[in-house]
């Protein structure tokens, strides 16, 4: 018999088969505790459970636990961490804080590699080996918690599913991943701490906005006319401007929930004044929040981080056309944790 990781089970399946096995149904639900809201390694851990089930439990499940690997602190404070995943593949999260603030954010992957291949993103220069499970995805977060508790005696405030790989394409865990972090009997997370990052998958965003998702959505941009993003973005290729806001237009309208768009400013490429006002006319239809990044270099990508006064001039010119605008300095650039530096690096 194939034993199946128990972060795999659904609660309903778990209820079942415990009552098969002649035990009361709310036993599900603490096993259920134990794993999204105390992050049990292991059914021992489970000391309200009797004896005997624990060792049935063992008999039909095993624990696919993530392990951290490695972690390296930024001068800005920002951690990274590398997990060694049960198959023997890494993937990196980062815990982002901004401590004037009180917000202490989990980034997140959902892949192993990417298959995007985006040219200024290091993870899109590996091979996508597969999706991660959602248990994989909220043990990220547990331990990225651990982390925060760790060092600034805090629990995390946010989660955004911005590390390693598309989160549209690993649909069915990332959503089954904020399932869990947003029951009752999980973490309990409201869904408008948890933001959901893609490059465009219209189709996906559609599918967002039917299954009544109640997190926010990043769309990654980067540029704001189609050559430039087939250029830089190959998915623009087959989920085109034009595609990509019809489909959100189509999430506003189902949802009614906040919409924002990443923008890294590339020095000489898409940082002008005429950028700036491309950005805006893909603002019309919903409102829209804009956050401009810094670049930050990777090897073997032939692009420069935008100047500080390119990035205000920018800025400026979007911010008077009455669209909310923010400039967000990389974290972690000194450690690979800014945006689009997560490769596993050595």
């Known amino acids: 018999m194939k034993q199946q990781d128990i972060r795999e089970v659904s609660l309903s399946d778990l209820t079942s088969l415990l009552i098969s096995w002649g035990q009361p149904s709310f036993r599900a639900k603490q096993i259920y505790a134990w794993l999204w809201q105390h992050n049990a390694q292991s059914f021992e851990e489970m000391t309200n459970l009797p004896i005997l089930l624990r060792d049935k439990l063992n008999e039909f499940f095993i624990f696919q636990n993530i392990m951290l690997d490695k972690q390296q602190i930024s001068e800005d404070g920002t951690i990274k961490a590398r997990f060694r995943l049960h198959d023997g593949f890494n993937i990196e999260s980062v815990l982002i804080p901004v401590i004037d603030e009180n917000r202490f954010t989990a980034c997140v992957s959902s892949q192993v590699g990417c298959s995007l291949t985006c040219s200024f993103c290091a993870t899109g220069k590996m091979k996508r080996e597969r999706n991660l499970t959602a248990g ?21 405030t946010n989660i955004v599913y911005m590390g390693m790989g598309e989160p549209l394409l690993a649909y069915k865990p990332v959503m ?4 869990k972090l947003t029951s009752p009997v999980g973490w309990n997370m409201a869904p408008r701490r948890i933001t959901i990052s893609t490059a465009g998958i219209g189709k996906m965003i559609r599918q967002l906005a039917d299954d009544g998702t109640k997190t926010n959505l990043a769309l990654s941009l ?35 929930n906040r919409i924002s768009y990443e923008y890294i400013a590339f020095q000489g490429f898409n940082d002008s004044v005429t950028d700036a006002l491309n950005l805006v006319k893909l603002c019309r239809n919903f409102p829209v929040r804009i956050n401009i990044i810094e670049y930050n270099p990777i090897p073997d990508a032939p692009f420069e981080k935008a100047s500080g006064n390119k990035i205000d001039i920018f800025a400026k010119t979007i911010r008077e056309k009455g669209i909310m605008v923010t400039v967000r300095r990389s974290r972690g650039k000194d450690i690979d944790a800014a945006c689009g530096q997560l490769a596993n690096q050595e």
């Open 222 to 256: 980067h540029a704001a006319d189609d050559e430039k993003r087939n250029h830089i973005m190959p998915i623009n290729e087959s989920n085109n401007l034009q595609a990509i806001m019809e489909s959100i237009s189509y999430y506003y309208e189902k949802t009614g």
């Open 136 to 156: 994989e995805i909220v043990s990220q977060v547990n331990a990225i918690n651990n982390l925060c508790l760790e060092h600034f005696q805090k629990k995390l």
């Open 176 to 179: 089954e991943s904020i399932e």
